[in-house]
């Protein structure tokens, strides 16, 4: 049986994944049967959502997947290129040998879903790539934020119709681990805010 926390996770994974699009109607009960729990769970979970920013409760018509605004897609993305530029220039000095293994790893992981016909693994882990980056770092409380501005910035990608290529974005994360690697810091940086603004 899946908590409150589970459930939640789940839905901001299917979000990253693009399973969910904005706008979409999250019925309590298809969720209740799909984790096999209670109503009750299920409305704690769409809360603790809501609290977050990603769901809203519309007045006798239910539960949706928001429709970010134009000035609340300009956050998001400015939030993520405070928080990736600023967790960037605390990786100085540090040995990054396992980091980088571990991000080409997942780059790989990356390139094979690229190939493969499944979206929605394709889409998680060129999102997730972002926080693997920070758990990778050390900075846990950076990576359950970045999870959930990953999602938001998915949701406005996917309400705006963003042009950034698959493949496009995944060599954009092997050119930030290959600076990572030498040791320049800096252009990983100014890679890293191109990428996220180009995307």
């Known amino acids: ?14 979000i990253l994944a693009q399973k969910l699009a904005p706008g979409e109607r999250l019925g309590e ?6 984790f ?14 809501q609290a977050r920013g990603f769901v809203e409760v519309r007045t006798r018509k239910g ?5 970010p605004s134009i000035e609340q897609a300009r956050d998001a993305f400015a939030a993520r290129r ?20 571990r991000l080409r790893k997942h780059i790989g992981d990356e ?25 990778c770092l050390g900075h846990r409380v950076l990576a359950d934020m970045l999870r959930d501005l990953t999602a938001r910035t998915t949701l406005v990608a996917t309400l705006y119709q963003s042009s950034h290529d698959a493949r ?12 990572i690697e030498v040791g320049d810091i800096a252009n990983a940086e100014r890679l890293m805010l191109d990428h996220i603004g180009n995307v």
Do not use: K, N
């Open 82 to 101: 405070a928080v990736e530029g600023g967790m960037l220039r605390q990786t100085e000095g540090r040995p990054l040998q396992a980091v980088v293994r």
């Open 29 to 34: 009960q298809a969720l209740a049967d799909l």
């Open 1 to 14: 049986m899946a908590s409150q926390t589970e459930i939640a996770q789940r839905v901001v994974e299917s």
């Open 63 to 67: 539960w949706y997947v928001v429709e």
């Open 111 to 135: 390139q094979a879903a690229i190939e493969g016909a499944d979206a929605a693994t394709r889409a998680f882990l060129l999102a997730d790539f972002h926080v693997c980056l920070a758990e």
């Open 168 to 179: 496009a974005s995944c060599a954009d994360h092997a050119r930030i681990v290959g600076m």
């Open 36 to 49: 096999g729990v209670s109503r009750t769970l299920v409305r704690e979970a769409l809360m603790q959502l």
